[in-house]
Antibody, heavy 118, light 106 residues
């Protein structure tokens, strides 16, 4: 059974960079033709797609976040990562990693709450 | 950006009744639409993709229809475990989600 697990700091200071990693188990990132991505959900609000990456490293991002987002993949560790720079309180959210946001997400991580506060 | 608009915001339904949720796209997304169910404290669960294909393990009481700009999720006979928030998502362009419909017990 495929599992995704987010990890990273739960508290980030304003203006700093949020960094999260998603570890995939039960399957290989590089053995299947899927995009992998990040989606976030501010407390009590709806879902927002952040960006996606293919195992080859090809990426595409939400235009509203593109200037601050970097998503990378490490196939040797079966992981992909998110970096979001210059964070503000508006970036406080539960961050989910996900498989195939481009076709309907069939596997989600459990989500990790990241709070931006000094 | 393709804007997804869901209606109603809240739907009050009695157990055993039928629920019909709507999702409208600001421009055509063909059949590139998914529906999710989310319960408090949990990640969303994929119900439908391709506008009408049920995901693995999803009960037959969930059905999706529509194409272009108008989509519907129907729950034929609501069970207690179906009370939740439902989101639509288009993936014809970069993915965007609707704001959600909360299905609550009447």
């Amino acid at each position: 059974q495929l599992q995704l697990q987010e990890s990273g700091p739960g508290l980030v200071k304003p203006s700093e960079t949020l960094s999260l990693t998603c570890t995939v188990s039960g399957g290989s990132i590089s053995s299947s033709s899927y995009y992998w991505g990040w989606i976030r959900q501010p407390p009590g609000k709806g879902l927002e797609w952040i960006g996606s990456i293919y195992y080859s490293g090809s990426t595409y991002y939400n235009p509203s976040l593109k200037s601050r987002v970097t998503i990378s993949v490490d196939t040797s560790k079966n992981q992909f990562s998110l970096k979001l720079s210059s964070v503000t309180a508006a970036d406080t959210a539960v961050y989910y990693c996900a498989r195939r946001p481009d076709r309907g997400v069939d596997y989600w991580g459990q989500g990790t709450l990241v709070t931006v506060s000094s | 950006e393709i804007v997804m608009t869901q209606s109603p915001a809240t739907l009050s339904v009695s157990p055993g009744e039928r629920a019909t949720l709507s999702c409208r796209a600001s421009q055509s997304v063909s059949s590139n639409l998914a529906w999710y169910q989310q319960k408090p404290g949990q990640a969303p669960r994929l119900l439908i993709y391709g506008a009408s294909t049920r995901a693995t393990g999803i009960p037959a009481r969930f059905s999706g229809s529509g194409s272009g700009t108008e989509f519907t999720l129907t729950i034929s006979s609501l069970q207690s475990e179906d009370f939740a928030v439902y989101y639509c998502q288009q993936y014809n362009n970069w993915p965007t989600f609707g704001q959600g419909t909360k299905v609550e017990i009447k």
